[in-house]
């Protein structure tokens, strides 16, 4: 049982240079979200999206950019790499009922911008 | 979303009690508290959740008082294992999807 699958786990970027992490969920949840972690810090979300076709933005959603064509997948594009996106990025996969949820997530993204 | 404050960082002893308490004074009649831990270099995970009074599973208890304005995680008999960042979360259901986590309580288990 695969959970929540983040590629790549380590990535460098050139300021200006731009990418994709990937997220992937095996468990048929509607809503998924990105987070940002910065060190000693907690987590900031960035986008969250509670069906496929349907994004919306978190607390900063700004350099990143974000699609839902299907249940499974949610990559987050980062447009233009800046050294202040040097973070921990993690991708969570959620389930909502009858007023309880409960977040699944990946393994995180360290990225490195220099 | 109920804003919620918890202490940014307790200490304790190897095999003594923890309790983390988290305010959460505008919380809603539909809100659910939930509660996650994350270790370093790891995403957080769920440990608990509820609505009222007591509830308990294999990993922490989580008490409510009847107002329902603060919850207390407790933690029975901490190991190292169980220095982590916990943070707690109100009012997330449907229509209210937005899963923010404030900067948590950093629980530190001394040998």
């Known amino acids: 049982n695969a959970g929540v699958t983040q590629t790549p786990k380590f990535q460098v970027l050139k300021t200006g240079q731009s990418m994709t992490l990937q997220c992937a969920q095996d468990m048929n949840h509607e809503y998924m979200s990105w987070y940002r972690q910065d060190p000693g810090m907690g987590l900031r979300l960035i986008h969250y999206?509670?069906?496929?076709?349907?994004?919306d933005q978190g607390e900063v959603p700004n350099g990143y950019n974000v699609s839902r064509s299907t249940t499974e997948d949610f990559p987050l594009r980062l447009l233009s790499a800046a050294p202040s996106q040097t973070s921990v990025y993690f991708c969570?996969?959620?389930?909502f009922g009858q007023g309880k949820a409960e977040a699944f997530f990946g393994q995180g993204t360290r990225l490195t911008v220099v | 979303l109920a804003k919620t404050t918890q202490p940014i960082s307790m200490d304790s002893y190897e095999g003594q009690e923890v309790n983390i308490t988290c305010s959460h004074n505008?919380?809603?009649?539909?809100?659910?508290i939930t509660w996650y831990q994350q270790f370093p270099s790891q995403g957080p995970r769920f440990i608990i959740q509820g609505y009222k009074t007591k509830v308990t599973n294999e990993v922490a208890s989580l008490f409510i008082p009847a107002d329902r304005k603060s919850s207390t995680l407790s933690l029975p008999r901490v190991s190292l294992s169980d220095t982590a960042v916990y943070y707690c979360?109100?009012?997330?259901?449907?229509?209210?999807?937005?899963?923010?986590f404030g900067t948590g309580t950093r629980l530190t288990i001394i040998p």
């Open positions: 999206s509670v069906g496929a076709g349907i994004t």
């Open positions: 979360l109100v009012g997330v259901n449907f229509g209210n999807e937005k899963l923010t």
């Open positions: 505008n919380i809603a009649t539909n809100d659910y």
């Open positions: 969570a996969s959620s389930y």
